[in-house]
């Protein structure tokens, strides 16, 4: 299986500050199947990006995704309140869907 | 618009049993292949089964006898029955779906195992 390491595993960070979550594939994935997501507590992950860099419907521009190789990186322009939460990747290439550790970006 | 909601969770006894339902709408059901994806409390997300368009189905290994998934398309709706419970499998369950324009979850139902 695919296996997804996501760094650092916290980012302390101050709103309207920019942050950079990485997710590493220990393979190729496949067209690109590479979707991040934003947790808050109590509450289902919401998807954010979907094949590596497509904003999903109602994603804020500040968000973006992209690739290089095996390397994935999300990048939030400037953080608003909101988006002090965990961040999960998830490659959907190849059977059995696997996820990162998940990063956790902390005021 | 996409929806999937979760149905069926609740608290059993180690060894006991359950059926979570999935009920979806806003997308051709019997065209896709369904998931379940779970997540222990405080935990990460893990991939638990899913089911073909084909009805081909697929386990992680640590459910592999224990669960077994199924759907019916007319309901557009499916399912997963858990039997031999541990605990270990306490978590929220999610269904989740991917479609042309994104991947889609329910609001998840939590199985709780304990005695």
């Known amino acids: 299986e695919i296996v997804l390491t996501q760094s650092p595993g916290t980012l302390s960070l101050s709103p309207g500050e920019r942050a950079t979550l990485s997710c590493r594939a220990s393979q190729s994935v496949g067209s690109s199947y590479l979707a991040w997501y934003r947790q808050k507590p109590g509450q289902a992950p919401r998807l954010l990006i979907y094949a590596a860099s497509i904003r999903a419907t109602g994603t804020p521009d500040r968000f973006s995704g992209s690739e290089s190789g095996t390397d994935f990186t999300l990048t939030i322009s400037r953080l608003e309140p909101e988006d002090f939460a965990v961040y999960y990747c998830q490659q959907y290439d190849r059977s059995p869907w696997t996820f990162g550790q998940g990063t956790k970006v902390e005021i | 618009e996409v929806q999937l909601v979760e149905s069926g969770g609740g608290l059993v006894q180690p060894g006991g049993s359950l059926r979570l339902s999935c009920a979806a709408s806003g997308f051709t059901f019997s065209s896709y292949d369904m998931h379940w994806v779970r997540q222990a409390t405080g935990r990460g997300l893990e991939w638990v089964s899913a089911?073909?368009?084909?009805?081909?189905?697929y386990y992680l290994g640590s459910v592999k006898g224990r669960f077994t998934i199924s759907r019916e398309n007319a309901k557009n709706s499916f399912f997963l029955q858990m039997n031999n419970l541990k605990v270990g499998d306490t978590a929220v369950y999610y269904c989740a779906v991917i479609t042309s324009d994104g991947i889609y979850w329910g609001q998840g139902t939590l199985v709780t195992v304990s005695s």
């Open positions: 089911i073909a368009s084909t009805d081909d189905t």
